[in-house]
């Protein structure tokens, strides 16, 4: 009877550590899955940020050469806006002539839903183009 007991203990003890291992397994499972949710999620609102910047620099520098005026810049720039799918209207899309050159600022806002937790994302990619005659 105590032989029994003992090989009773030892395989319940065995059971109760796989048991152990998969909550562990689950866990990670979930916290792996929830990342790459977030990824997801976050990823493509980072590299149209980033995008939109390096649009919005490279205007910058040719619109001063290009002689371009403060509503074909806005233009422009607006188009890269829509093909980007960046929440940001043409008002918020700000070109202004200094005594330098041109300045070149997009204030927007991209909402995110994690379906349990609902947040913004504020950008403001800006860029100053000089002229280099002045």
Same mark, same amino acid.
């Given at each position: 009877? !105590?032989?029994?007991?003992?090989?009773?203990?030892?395989? *319940?003890?065995?059971? *109760?550590q796989r048991g152990? /291992?998969?909550?562990?397994?689950?866990?990670?499972?979930?916290?792996?899955?929830? !990342?790459? @949710?977030?990824?997801?999620?976050?990823?493509?609102? =980072?590299?149209?940020? =980033?995008? %939109?910047?390096?649009?919005?620099?490279?205007?910058?520098? @040719?619109?001063?050469?290009?002689? =371009?005026?403060?509503?074909?810049?806005?233009?422009?720039?607006?188009?890269?806006?829509?093909? %980007?799918?960046?929440?940001?209207?043409?008002?918020?899309?700000?070109?202004?002539?200094?005594?330098? /050159?041109?300045?070149?600022?997009?204030?927007?806002?991209?909402?995110?839903? @994690?379906?349990? =937790?609902?947040?913004?994302?504020?950008?403001?990619?800006? *860029?100053? !183009?000089?002229? %280099?005659?002045?």
């Amino acid at each position: 009877m !105590g032989d029994f007991f003992v090989s009773w203990l030892a395989s *319940s003890s065995k059971r *109760s550590q796989r048991g152990e /291992g998969r909550l562990k397994a689950i866990i990670y499972t979930v916290i792996l899955f929830a !990342g790459v @949710f977030a990824a997801v999620k976050i990823v493509p609102v =980072y590299v149209a940020e =980033y995008q %939109l910047s390096d649009k919005i620099t490279e205007q910058a520098r @040719f619109a001063v050469v290009n002689r =371009y005026t403060e509503d074909q810049i806005r233009d422009i720039i607006f188009k890269v806006v829509q093909d %980007l799918d960046i929440p940001a209207n043409r008002e918020d899309i700000k070109v202004q002539n200094t005594n330098h /050159g041109v300045m070149i600022t997009v204030n927007y806002s991209v909402p995110v839903d @994690f379906k349990v =937790y609902k947040t913004e994302f504020n950008f403001s990619p800006s *860029s100053e !183009g000089r002229d %280099l005659m002045k």
